[in-house]
Nanobody, 128 residues
Framework: QVQLVESGGSAVQTGGSLRLSCIAS????????MGWFRQVPGKGREAVAV???????KYADSVKGRFTISRDNNKDTLFLQMNNLKPEDTAMYYCVADAGRTPAWRSCGMGENEYSSWGQGTQVTVSS
């Protein structure tokens, strides 16, 4: 399995920005789809954004226009640029990868069961 390590989480004020990074410990060539999920206490994991190797992106409605997902296939790195942060963005953010489950011709899904590899998470806290 691919090992994923997130970084960049922090405590910020409403309206602030953060950039999360995720580095894979091994080659990510087989990871057609990668993305970011988030979770708050008492709730399930929610897809924030996913990205295909061809750069096709999908976002949760709650973050459209504020967050941008990107990836560097050569450096095995995934990013999430978060702007205009809101208190409701407070959560543990997880980097995910499909670990070869997704055919290259298919779009990336937003369901957590589509992703086999998960990072340890990085905490984002937005204060009002």
């Amino acid at each position: 399995q691919v090992q994923l390590v997130e970084s960049g989480g922090s405590a910020v004020q409403t309206g602030g920005s953060l950039r999360l990074s995720c580095i894979a410990s091994v080659y990510t060539y087989s990871n057609i789809c990668m993305g970011w999920f988030r979770q708050v206490p008492g709730k399930g994991r929610e897809a924030v954004a996913v990205i295909h190797r061809n750069a096709e992106q999908k976002y949760a409605d709650s973050v459209k226009g504020r967050f941008t997902i990107s990836r560097d296939n050569n450096k095995d790195t995934l990013f999430l640029q978060m702007n205009n942060l809101k208190p409701e963005d407070t959560a543990m953010y997880y980097c995910v990868a499909d670990a070869g489950r997704t055919p290259a011709w298919r779009s990336c899904g937003m369901g957590e069961n589509e992703y086999s590899s998960w990072g340890q998470g990085t905490q984002v806290t937005v204060s009002s």
